[in-house]
């Protein structure tokens, strides 16, 4: 690059305030975060959601016989990073229905993402950059997916059997705007394996178009992760910032990184100093009468709305409510009262002799024990 | 995996996963995006007690994004 070059892009970098303050508009871009756990197998056969690391969404379309297991695992290959999101196929799927799809989604809240003027005539350009690596080359698809319009926006991009480095710009959008809300407005889209419901239609690179009538033309000419159980993807550095250049990946903190995922997803415990261990209380309360524990736990970070699930391990007697003693519980945790903040568990525990009133600790008797509550996208 | 009633806290109805191996680890709310597809991926051969929540109005299957 010439000097009057560097000196161009240098100066469009300044225009969009693209130095200084926070530009990477996604979160656990570098894989840092997984809640959930490390590693997730067995899925393809539902909608496998959210597996291990935080953000990184997997969906499914209709049934497909293809199989495969996620990880995060540690990067020792591609300095400044230490974790990707693994994907590995585990059953091969080469008879594809219409219907099928995989993808990998990052979905965006629309009041995080007003900064692109999308559907004004100051529409800015985006620049979705990230780091992948293959066990062998494969074309697949990005894509801007306008919830709140059903606008999306394609482009291929092909991998290596090395970390490369993708940089991906798309056009400003003058049509549609996105709402300022904390719902979905946005969704980064990876198109991983797919059938003619999505290939069947002519690609256009980078332009927005309305998928209204159909999505023939969101995944036209890739690759699929399911022809070979050989197959897997490893992907991190992941970064979406306002403008046409892809500046360098912004790496936060660990705590940033957690603090930012839970608004999204909590789970405790999880990521304690010493592991999870038996017998560690972890919230307090009393009894609501003689056999049932009523706890309020405090979400660290506001969630992004009042979450929709929680979830355990689906053991009873790995929960114990304890007031001078300790009795397991004889039904699994459940959970209501959903609020941004807080929510209630209710842990039902008897033969303990306890007394309504009594002052009681929730504790998790297994490693294996966890309360989470989800206000996912 | 399969979807059922679960319980009703402070008049919100709570609805259970049901997992492959027949424990219950989520519970969930209506409006639950992966209970909302699973609704709309099996609207026509729901469990009876999800049916008789959907007659009654109760639970509402809502159109994808």
């Known amino acids: 690059m010439t000097k009057a070059a560097e000196l161009a892009k240098m100066g469009e970098v300044l225009t969009n305030s693209q130095i200084g303050g926070r530009r990477n508009m996604i979160i656990n871009g570098a894989c840092q975060v997984a809640q959930r756990g490390t590693s997730s197998t067995g899925l393809g056969g539902s909608a496998p959601g959210y597996t291990t690391v935080d953000r990184w969404q997997m969906s499914v379309g209709a049934t497909s016989a293809g199989r495969f297991s996620t990880a995060q695992v540690a990067v020792t290959d591609l300095p400044g990073f230490a974790n990707a999101f693994h994907l590995d196929c585990t059953t091969a799927d080469t008879s594809i229905a219409a219907g099928e799809v995989l993808k990998i989604d990052y979905k965006i809240e629309g009041q995080d993402l007003q900064q692109l003027k999308k559907g004004t005539s100051d529409a800015e350009k985006v620049t979705v950059s990230f780091y992948m690596k293959t066990n062998k080359a494969f074309t697949f698809m990005c894509e801007l997916d306008d919830r709140d319009n059903n606008r999306v926006n394609t482009q291929q991009f092909t991998t290596t059997t090395s970390w490369t480095r993708h940089v991906l710009t798309f056009a400003g959008d003058t049509t549609g705007t996105l709402n300022d809300d904390n719902a979905l407005s946005i969704a980064v889209t990876f198109f991983l394996h797919a059938g003619s419901d999505f290939t069947g239609g002519t690609y256009s690179a980078n332009t927005w178009q309305s998928r209204q009538s159909s999505d023939n033309m969101r995944a036209v000419g890739i690759g699929s992760f399911f ?71 405090r979400f660290p970070q506001l969630m992004r709305d009042a979450p929709t699930a929680f979830e355990q391990s689906g053991t009873a007697s790995h929960y114990s409510v304890r007031v001078t003693s300790d009795a397991n519980g004889t039904s699994v945790p459940t959970s209501g009262d959903f609020m941004s903040d807080s929510a209630f568990v209710n842990l039902t525990a008897s033969g303990a002799g306890f007394t309504s009133g009594d002052g009681a600790f929730l504790r998790v008797e297994n490693t294996s024990a966890f309360l989470a509550w989800s206000a996912e996208l | 995996m399969i979807y059922g009633v679960g319980y009703t806290h402070s008049g919100v109805d709570f609805y259970k996963r049901v997992d492959d191996d027949g424990k219950t680890r989520v519970f969930c709310v209506a409006k639950h995006p992966p209970f909302q597809d699973w609704l709309r991926s099996n609207k026509d051969n729901l469990p009876n007690d999800i049916q008789a929540k959907v007659d009654d109005g109760m639970l509402t299957i809502e159109d994808a994004d």
């Open chain 1, 227 to 297: 022809d070979s159980t050989d197959n897997d993807i490893k992907i991190t550095g992941l970064q979406m910032e306002v403008g046409s250049q892809a500046t360098p990946f912004e790496h936060r903190s660990f705590g940033e990184e957690l603090a930012l995922c839970q608004r999204y997803y909590y789970r405790t415990p999880r990521y304690i100093n010493s592991g999870i261990g038996a017998n560690e209380s972890i919230a307090t309360g009393n009894m609501d009468g003689s056999t049932v524990g009523a706890f309020l736990i």
